[in-house]
T-cell receptor, first 114, second 109 residues
């Protein structure tokens, strides 16, 4: 597709359930980022992939959060045993293989934990 | 850790006024700075990107400046319109983006 695609757009889960969020980056983009945006705040960095390699996961808030990009294209962010504080918008971005290239964002997945 | 601050947090102006949005950051070792627009319930739309070697960037009614030595960037929007109402975010790129909390702009018709 022409842009970054994220699915689902909305996800409601009960506390304690596991969820999986998908990101399909722009074709040919080597770098992929996940961000978390709480209500009324700017996005916060979670993790970074270059192709299939996860080079930085310093922003993942706990070991319940796990991300993968096994074939260097589509990425999945998984949250295990969800908590209410996990409620947020999860944004995915991709860019070319240079740090000075702009990041292009998807519309995000709005996650609500009941 | 990069700290990014945006002032003011909210701004309301009548249509036709010029807008001035401020962004400050603490670490000048950056690749570039991006300004984004975010409409309610939507993702981020990139407005302007200023490389670290540049002083300003322009696109239509938008102009953004960058002063790395003082850790500041300013986004100017000329002749504001109601359609400019949105939240504007600045982001510092040191390979990952560090965002400010944004400035929410309301342009009154």
């Amino acid at each position: 597709g022409a842009g970054v695609s994220q699915s689902p757009r909305y996800k409601v889960a009960k506390r304690g359930q596991d969820v999986a969020l998908r990101c399909d980056p722009i074709s040919g983009h080597v770098s992929l980022f996940w961000y978390q945006q709480a209500l009324g705040q700017g996005p916060e960095f979670l993790t970074y992939f270059q192709n299939e390699a996860q080079l930085d996961k310093s922003g993942l808030p706990s070991d319940r959060f796990f991300a993968e990009r096994p074939e260097g294209s589509v990425s999945t962010l998984k949250i295990q045993r969800t908590q209410q504080e996990d409620s947020a918008v999860y944004l995915c971005a991709s860019s070319h293989n240079r740090a000075d290239q702009p990041q292009h964002f998807g519309d995000g997945t709005r996650l609500s934990i009941l | 850790k990069q700290e990014v601050t945006q002032i003011p947090a909210a701004l309301s102006v009548p249509e036709g006024e010029n807008l001035v949005l401020n962004c400050s950051f603490t670490d000048s070792a950056i690749y570039n700075l991006q300004w984004f627009r975010q409409d309610p319930g939507k993702g981020l739309t990139s407005l302007l990107l200023i490389q670290s070697s540049q002083r300003e960037q322009t696109s239509g009614r938008l102009n953004a400046s960058l002063d790395k030595s003082s850790g500041r960037s300013t986004l100017y929007i000329a002749a504001s319109q109601p359609g400019d109402s949105a939240t504007y975010l600045c982001a510092i790129n040191d390979y990952k983006l560090s965002f400010g909390a944004g400035t929410t702009v309301t342009v009154r018709a």
